[in-house]
Nanobody, 123 residues
Framework: QVHLVESGGGSVQAGGSLRLSCSAS?????????IAWFRHAPGKERDVAAY????????YYADSVKGRFTISRNNAKDTVYLQMSSLKPGDTAMYYC???????????????WGRGTQVPVSS
C-alpha cells in the first residue's frame, strides 16, 4: 500500500517562497508513476498545478504557475518537490500530491492521493 504524505505548507506573504514535499512510504511500479501536484482553492475546482514523469524528463505546468513553480523528484528518496516562488494570494489553496498515469492525472484521476497541505498566501 502506497501512502503519500505532503509537507512544507504554511502561511506566507505574497512574493514569498515555499517548497512542498511529497513523500511516499513505498513506491509501486515507480517506473510508470507520474506524480502531480493538485491544488484546490476555496470556491474553485481542483486542478493540476504541475506533474512530472517517472524519470523526471517530462514536466507540465499550468499557465497560472508557469515560470514561478518548479516540480522535481528524487526517486532515491521517494520524494517529489514543488518549489513555489513569487507566490500570490491567488495561489492560496490546499495542495495535494497524487500518483498515477499521465492521462489519469490530467483527468483528475489518481491511483493514490495524499491528504494535502494548506498554503495560505496573504497580501
Amino acid at each position: 500500500q502506497v501512502h503519500l504524505v505532503e509537507s512544507g505548507g504554511g502561511s506566507v506573504q505574497a512574493g514569498g517562497s515555499l517548497r512542498l514535499s511529497c513523500s511516499a512510504s513505498a513506491w509501486i511500479d515507480s517506473s510508470s508513476e507520474y506524480i502531480a501536484w493538485f491544488r484546490h482553492a476555496p470556491g474553485k475546482e481542483r486542478d493540476v498545478a504541475a506533474y512530472i514523469s517517472p524519470d523526471g524528463s517530462i514536466t507540465y505546468y499550468a499557465d497560472s504557475v508557469k515560470g514561478r513553480f518548479t516540480i522535481s523528484r528524487n526517486n532515491a528518496k521517494d520524494t517529489v518537490y514543488l518549489q513555489m516562488s513569487s507566490l500570490k494570494p491567488g495561489d492560496t489553496a490546499m495542495y495535494y500530491c497524487a500518483a498515477g498515469s499521465r492521462g489519469g492525472l490530467v483527468a483528475g484521476i489518481a491511483n493514490y492521493w495524499g491528504r494535502g497541505t494548506q498554503v495560505p498566501v496573504s497580501s
